[in-house]
């Protein structure tokens, strides 16, 4: 590519490919048919991620996301087989997800009580199928990961969140998925504490084997902590120690250095990106969002506002180019 293609291309911004946080051309396929109310693709990119737990707790979710209003139809492929592990599992984080769009403003819970009502009957009744996928798959992590963020937006209580937390955890120590869910649920923003969730971040950074994502645990706390400060931008930033910790949980991961990319790999680029952005540090901020692809994730961007508005912004201040 010439000068006069790179500065066309710096015009014209990178090609952004919302809530696609990965590079799996069979998820992309599955989602892309779901958006045309098509569910049979989803079924053996589901059935195709057994062997591999994190694969799929991101397809599960992913698709959980993507047939948001399509549930009925899985209900109805459900019905015709009624033990169906990836059904079931699918139907629960769908369920899940719909109910997080009814979920009203807490500033009009007020005048909203009525919504409230409906929200949680509408999470409630993905525990059915979720509990259904775990007993017929008993080693799947991934029915628990649900159940996690169901408890979440339930407002469970502390004793059965931690639980649901050592199932998940207890099949897959290292599950990406599992420890991102207990990095909110430990939060202050949902009824933990910045030191809880902090210490929990950097224990897992203890252990972690080194070219593993999950170190993006650290830049996410940073994001939760100020979320549950109030403030979507601070001199924290800025910190020479909070920049140093960023500085080596993103070399003990250097993703670029895997043989297979992770599954998580585009969302922690998305992860520590943002970090090195606010922080002001270009060079890395650069790298990571580069290796996006223009895949950005709904969080840590939503932090900071609309989340491809807020991408778009970074990726153009720092002059990325992305394919496409």
Not at 38 to 54: H, I
Not at 125 to 135: I, K, M
Not at 236 to 242: G, K, N, P, T
Request: hydrophobic share 45%; glycine share 8%; aromatic share 8%.
């Amino acid at each position: 590519m010439g000068v006069i293609e790179v500065d066309r291309a710096r015009a014209r911004g990178p090609r952004l490919i919302a809530s696609r946080p990965w590079i799996d051309p069979v998820l992309d396929e599955a989602v892309k048919a779901l958006a045309h109310g098509y569910l049979e693709p989803a079924l053996p990119a589901l059935v195709g991620s057994r062997a591999d737990p994190e694969l799929r707790a991101l397809r599960v979710e992913a698709l959980g996301r993507a047939a948001v209003g399509l549930t009925e139809g899985i209900e109805a492929l459900l019905a015709r087989d009624p033990a169906n592990p990836e059904l079931c599992l699918w139907l629960g984080r769908a369920r899940v997800e719909e109910a997080w769009t009814l979920k009203p403003d807490v500033r009009a819970r007020a005048v909203q009580a009525g919504r409230i009502r409906l929200f949680h009957q509408a999470m409630e009744s993905a525990r059915g199928p979720l509990l259904t996928a775990a007993r017929v798959m008993p080693y799947d992590p991934a029915p628990w990961v649900c159940l996690m963020w169901l408890a979440l937006g339930l407002e469970a209580s502390r004793q059965e969140k931690d639980s649901l937390w050592e199932e998940a955890s207890g099949r897959h120590r290292g599950l990406y998925a599992a420890h991102a869910a207990r990095l909110v649920t430990l939060s202050p923003g949902w009824g933990g504490t910045s030191h809880e969730m902090f210490d929990f971040a950097r224990a897992t950074l203890s252990w972690a084997p080194s070219g593993d994502p999950i170190a993006a645990l650290l830049p996410l706390a940073y994001f939760e902590h100020i979320a549950g400060e109030g403030a979507g931008r601070t001199r924290l930033w800025y910190s020479y120690e909070v920049q140093r910790e960023l500085t080596l949980a993103a070399g003990r991961w250097n993703g670029s250095r895997a043989a297979q990319p992770h599954p998580r790999a585009v969302e922690a680029h998305n992860a520590f990106g943002a970090a090195f952005y606010l922080a002001d540090m270009r060079r890395p901020a650069r790298g990571h969002l580069t290796r996006t692809a223009g895949r950005f994730s709904v969080l840590p961007w939503s932090h900071l506002g609309d989340p491809g508005k807020e991408f778009r912004r970074a990726c153009g201040r720092l002059n990325v180019v992305t394919p496409g």
